[in-house]
């Protein structure tokens, strides 16, 4: 795993962050402490995107936008049964769009719909996206030093008890 984020990640963070905020404070109902899960949902994409992505062109479907459904639903349940206290979740009514009334557009208006949106995306996908990709990174790290220790355990152990086979079948 790299320790910067590849420019497929950011875009798919960056075409999704906005969704991913709003389903996370309808999931938990606005709560402030838990505005972190969204991170967490992204770093676990993160952690899985070499994989999910390469299984995406495999399948020919969507599998990080999959996965990131899975885990915030996983997420959402793990912060919910981690709670003291009731969850009160209240849904409100949106309000209906209602267009301004108005003189005819104009022909710089009329142009505009033709023309490709001149909107930059934030500096938030960006940020985010490399946040959830250094936990990730850092996450990965320390899953392979616990390998390469289980790993040193193992064969110490299966040194002595070898060594110890080896006396006992020689005396």
Sequence with gaps: MDDEPPPEYVAFVAGHLAALRRETDRL???DFEAAHLY???LADVAGHWRRLAWWGWLAHKDAPT???????????????DEQIYEVDIRVLRTQPYMPMRGPAPTLALRKADVLDDTVRVGAGPYAD????WVQAYRKQQW????????????LVGGMIQYMSWLSTTTS
Excluded: N, P
């Excluded at 996206?129 to 959830?132: F, K, L, Q, Y």
């Design 66 to 80: 999959e996965y990131m459904t899975r885990r915030l639903a996983s997420r959402t349940k793990q912060w919910r």
């Design 129 to 132: 996206a490399g946040i959830a």
């Design 143 to 154: 899953h392979r030093v616990g390998r390469l220790v289980a790993t040193g355990i193992l």
């Design 39 to 41: 991170m967490d949902v």
């Design 28 to 30: 938990v109902g606005g």
